[in-house]
DNA sequence: ATTATCTATAGATCTATAGATAATGC
DNA sequence: ATTATCTATAGATCTATAGATAATGC
């Protein structure tokens, strides 16, 4: 068995140097970068594939079409986050406030960490249609899990319903915004600008951490 | 001269009640409508064409394609803005606190107020292609503005550059977020959402009105 | 005559499928 | 034999233009 270059199938007519990701994982990447950049609409099948190395055609031995690596783009960088909530959420030996600004922290770091800039495939105008309904559902469930902490802290304590749902978006809005925001200076660390932002948030939900 | 009804050149295929727009407003309007809800490149002409209440070629007798309605809805939402931000920059008998709260205030009490929600056309992937460089440019006198007056706040007066440029894309991370998180309750009162949104503002940037 | 609109369409895509091809595996 | 890939293309768009048409204006 010699080392690598041997695979089965008709090789490629663009050969590259192996990256070590499957096809289908280089597909994913190759759509995360067009659809951030240039948007769902405006990325073609063929865009995807040949950034991937293959022809157009190919891709669909990997994925069913355009819409399939959408929604497992989206599936798969929300759910991360919703790991964390669930976490948070269930872990009552820590105040709300540090549970916020943690959840808030590690939205940011794992959304601005990678080397495309995936929150911005939430806002996607596209996503609104009933074919990620899915994601919908999940990213709801994170928000909601920012509104229960957030209701958790002191400074929130007594305030009412709607009250209580304006703070949720001014704090769900920042945390979507400074990961747009973020692609005007990309050089930044991302850890420093996630405590900045988990900073802000407890500002604005006039709560302190370790309260 | 009879009341209404009466116009030159051929009676259009479907008729409507008359808007009182003009064709051009009317084609701005739907785009509007398209553009923000399905996005730019998954708007077609003919959509847009035909929800004004024209035939899709009938489009091009007022503007020069699909990117012209793009470039003129960009402009003109950013401009009022802009104008708002350079009388406050101006207006030297008034604290940086205040004008800074104004200016929050009523950018997004702007981009809420109307029918559609034009913020979310800042976002659009396609708004980073060259073509759309006066609107960038634009946008950017908007946020130097916001930076300008967080510097001339008490609580900003002592940050480094760095820090300041941290602040000014948290603030303006905000605003931009909230507006996108705004088409989750529309029915909420733009200004008293608006006038939220400036307060969160200042307590991010750690200063306080009449300050 | 002027104008606003229409119908028709050329040319350029774009997606998804059909079927051929060139490797390895046994 | 199995697999991954290729080339080729049918069918469905989508944009922008050409040229016809049906009103009013004079």
Redesign the pocket.
């Known amino acids: ?1 010699p080392p690598t270059g ?9 050969q590259r140097p192996d990256s070590g990701l499957s ?1 289908r994982d280089e597909l994913l990447g190759a759509a995360a970068e067009l659809f951030t950049s240039r948007g769902y ?1 405006a ?5 995807v ?1 040949e950034r991937a ?10 994925v ?4 399939d690596l959408l929604a497992e783009l989206l599936e798969s960088t929300v759910t991360p986050s919703l790991a964390v909530a669930r976490q948070l959420l269930a872990d009552d030996a820590t105040s709300a406030e540090d549970r916020l600004w943690e959840l808030c922290r590690s939205d940011v770091a794992l959304l601005c960490a990678g080397p495309h800039n995936l929150g911005a495939l939430y806002v996607l105008p596209e996503v609104q249609a009933e074919r990620f309904a899915g994601f919908h559902r999940v990213r709801t469930e994170l928000k909601d899990a920012y509104g229960q902490l957030l209701a958790g802290t002191e400074a929130c304590a007594d305030l009412d319903k709607g009250e209580l749902a304006l703070r949720t978006d001014l704090v769900f809005g920042l945390i979507e915004g400074v990961i747009l925001v973020h692609r005007s200076d990309p050089d930044r660390s991302a850890d420093v600008f996630a405590a900045a932002t988990a900073d802000a948030a407890l500002r604005i939900a006039g709560a302190r951490r370790g309260g």
Chains 1, 2 share one sequence.
């Open positions: 068995m041997r695979k089965v199938g008709r090789p490629r007519a663009q096809a609409s990325t073609t099948t063929r865009a594939a190395g293959m022809r157009q055609a190919t891709m669909y031995h990997y069913a079409g355009k819409e």
